[in-house]
């Protein structure tokens, strides 16, 4: 748990540092990002079930597999079944965590990579003004879904099964957590430079 609450804190800090950016800029991607951050770190709190304890309205609660006041635990979001098992195939299509993956990846590494080395891509985007985060930390997303994708492949279920459960339970949240870190270094790095016309550009 002290994962999902690290998530949520780092989440919001983010949003924090985007609002402020955007007061400087007025550039509308960091707004609607900021936004989307904001919804990460409420949905990663269950809107503030964890703290005040309220109960989940049952209309929510029969459609969230975990039972919990928020969104991307609903069944058409959640990466499992309501009664247990993982999605596979289309089923996939809206799970929230694989959208955020595939978000973080395209975001991180393959927009500023696309900037970079096309120039009628980064004339686009300095046109419309879309922020491009630097590549050297964006990529930190694709290695950290990497790294969680073969630490959960070789763990020996048969060995130790309680020990199986944990790592699987765990290496997600952890994975999500450093998503959030590198994702508040990202708005950071656009908080520093929010004096400067850098939106657009790729990092030298």
Known sequence: SVFEWLTALFYFISFIL???TF??????FLLLLSFILFFGAGEEMSWGQRIFGFATPESINKINVQHEF?????????????????KKGWDRF???????KI?????????PFLVYHFK???????KVRVPVPPISVGVFFAISWILLKVSLSNVPQEENIEHYWRVYMAGPEIAEFIGSYIMCIICLYFYNYRN???????FK
Do not use: C, P, W
Not at 94 to 100: I, K, P, S
Not at 103 to 111: M, P, R
């Open 94 to 100: 809206l799970e929230m965590d694989l959208l955020f």
């Open 120 to 126: 009628f891509i980064s004339t686009l985007t300095q």
């Open 196 to 202: 400067k016309d850098i939106m657009g550009k790729d």
């Open 70 to 86: 928020n969104i991307h635990n609903m069944i058409i979001f959640d990466g499992k079944y309501m009664g247990g098992g993982g």
């Open 18 to 20: 985007l609002v402020l």
């Open 103 to 111: 978000f973080t990846i395209v975001f991180g590494a393959v927009l």
């Open 23 to 28: 007061k400087k800029n007025r550039n509308i």
